[in-house]
Every structure is written in C-alpha cells, then in structure tokens.
C-alpha cells in the first residue's frame, strides 16, 4: 500500500510560483498514474492535474491550465507540480493521490476521485500579499 508524502508547500505572493513534490515514503510511485488535487476551506475537493503511467499523458483543470505543469521524476521516483503566476484563489491544501490500478494510462480532472486509493496528508499552498 502506497503511503505518499506531499512537500512544498509555502505562503507565497500573488505571481509567484512553487514546486510541489509528491514521493512514497518507501515505496515507489513510478508505475501509478497520480493526480493532484486541492482544497480550499469550505469548498469541495477538485482535481487540478494528472499525469499516466509512465508519463506520456496529462491533463488539466481550465483554471490552471498554462500556469501548472505537472511531470514525474522516475529516477527520483518523484511527482512535481510547478505552479506559477499564482493567484490568491490558488490557495487550498494540496493533496496527490496514486490511482488503485498500476500501469493505468490516459487521464482526466474529471475522473472519479474514487479511482484513486492512496492519498497523501495534503501540503498548504496560501497565494497571499
């Protein structure tokens, strides 16, 4: 069972940008799609962005798009979400999450959160001035 950790998370001004990292703490990731996804207080969990098994396909929330980017580091078995021109609306805790199949392919913002089974404890991100 995948545990995953999530890091980077920071107080930033509006325009700046972070790096978010999502591992396994002793496992590996490499074989899961993963997705990331966020929280802000007193709104639903949205997704923000995915990535597939191994790499090849991402997609993302209109609200992001050409300001994220996710990727993944197979030799640091590490997911990255780089986050610029951040806005104050950016501001949630941010979760990553593996998918419960390995090796699964394409993916989609608007999948299910239920196909994901291994969520992290979420990393705060607070776009603030």
């Known amino acids: 069972q995948l545990q995953l950790v999530e890091s980077g998370g920071d107080l930033v001004q509006p325009g700046g940008s972070l790096r978010l990292s999502c591992a396994a703490a002793?496992?590996?990731?490499?074989?899961?799609?993963i997705g990331w996804f966020r929280q802000a207080p007193g709104k639903e969990r949205e997704g923000v962005s995915c990535?597939?098994?191994?790499?090849?396909?991402?997609n993302y929330a209109n609200s992001v798009k050409g300001r994220f980017t996710i990727s993944r580091d197979n030799i640091r078995h590490t997911v990255y979400l780089q986050m610029t021109s951040l806005k104050p609306e950016d501001t949630a805790v941010y979760f990553c999450?593996?998918?419960?199949?390995?090796?699964?392919?394409?993916?989609?913002?608007?999948?299910?959160?239920?196909?994901?089974?291994?969520w992290g404890q979420g990393t705060q991100v607070t776009v603030s001035s």
């Open positions: 990535i597939s098994y191994p790499g090849r396909h991402t």
């Open positions: 002793g496992d590996t990731l490499d074989y899961y799609r």
């Open positions: 999450a593996a998918d419960r199949n390995p090796y699964a392919g394409a993916c989609s913002v608007a999948d299910s959160n239920e196909r994901y089974a291994f």
